[in-house]
């Protein structure tokens, strides 16, 4: 009976040291997702049960680099890692490359999907035209994502001003911090307006060959723009315009009825009474505008309005 507990031990301790030592084997490359990585992401394990198998996988080794990037673990970071979760090292055949390389998984996240989901946003939160134009006004970046399975959500537009809209938009994948990103939206509306048929240069006198009407998108209904080309025909612009432009009413002036150095007849209204002498101009002057002219005979100098091509005024009180 003795000898038969003997044998059994014997064979028992000969099976322990025939049983091969779990081992841990370390990849030369892996590819991880996720903010941290760990031993799972970077290895794989035999001669362990499920359980172990569990732990050992969970063992976070550190923080991954940005998506595309990567980092260099050593077997003795493993190792150090495996003491610090209850392991002895020791007790596994760790078998590691010359190098160990974690990179970050990367994905092209197109800017464009965030655009179309602010508009979509807005189109639902806002009563625009059927007409309406919606475009981006500002450029946007693509961004570097960990994973392709994106959530992309639109909070509630902001109005900037009539036709400028902003829209929060915020990009979650897992594996990193959500994005949070502004989208500038420009609302624009097919309108029929005047136009510059041809460039037109600052204090050139508009004829009816140097504008047309165009239908384009405009970004409001301003009442500064124009429709009749009665309304610019014999003006004088005030800036340039480009050929394609619209022409706004502000932009264009009265063309001057009188001219610098011109002789004018002066009328001096005082008290119901009129006295007419004569003046030159100093300065140009369209109807109804206060022009600097001297008087002939005293050589003063005074403002006046301009009433006709050939006539200013000055009222004394």
Request: neutral net charge.
């Amino acid at each position: 009976m003795k000898l038969s507990v003997l044998t059994i031990m014997a064979v028992m301790a000969a099976c322990a040291w025939c049983a091969p030592q779990p081992r841990i084997e370390l990849r030369d490359l892996s590819i991880v997702k996720n903010a941290q990585f760990t031993l799972g992401d970077v290895a794989t394990f035999t001669g362990v049960d499920a359980q172990t198998q569990a732990r050992l996988a969970g063992i976070v080794l550190g923080t991954s680099p940005l998506p595309g990037l990567e980092r260099v673990v050593t077997s003795e970071q493993v190792a150090t890692r495996l003491r610090q979760h209850g392991f002895r090292p020791e007790a596994f055949d760790i078998v590691a490359p010359q190098k160990i390389v974690v990179r970050r998984a990367i994905h092209l996240f197109r800017a464009q999907r965030a655009v179309e989901v602010a508009i979509q946003k807005l189109l639902e939160a806002t009563s625009l035209p059927d007409d309406a134009q919606v475009v981006c006004d500002t450029p946007l970046r693509d961004l570097s994502l960990p994973t392709d399975d994106v959530q992309v959500t639109a909070g509630e537009p902001r109005a900037l001003g009539t036709s400028l809209y902003v829209v929060p938009v915020q990009i979650a994948c897992e594996g990193t911090p959500p994005v949070a990103i502004s989208v500038r939206l420009r609302v624009s509306q097919w309108r029929e307006v005047l136009v510059a048929r041809r460039a037109i240069r600052t204090g050139e006198a508009i004829d009816a060959d140097a504008v047309e009407i165009q239908r384009i998108a405009i970004d409001t209904d301003s009442p500064d723009l124009l429709t009749d080309p009665a309304e610019v025909i014999g003006k004088i612009a005030r800036r340039p315009f480009t050929a394609g432009q619209p022409l706004k009413r502000s932009a264009v002036d009265e063309p001057a009825i009188v001219r610098r150095g011109q002789n004018v007849k002066l009328l001096v209204r005082l008290d119901g009474a009129v006295v007419e002498t004569g003046a030159v101009a100093l300065q140009d002057g369209k109807a109804g505008a206060r022009i600097r002219v001297q008087v002939a005979d005293t050589r003063k100098t005074v403002l006046a309005t301009v009433t006709d091509a050939e006539t200013v005024t000055v009222d004394v009180h």
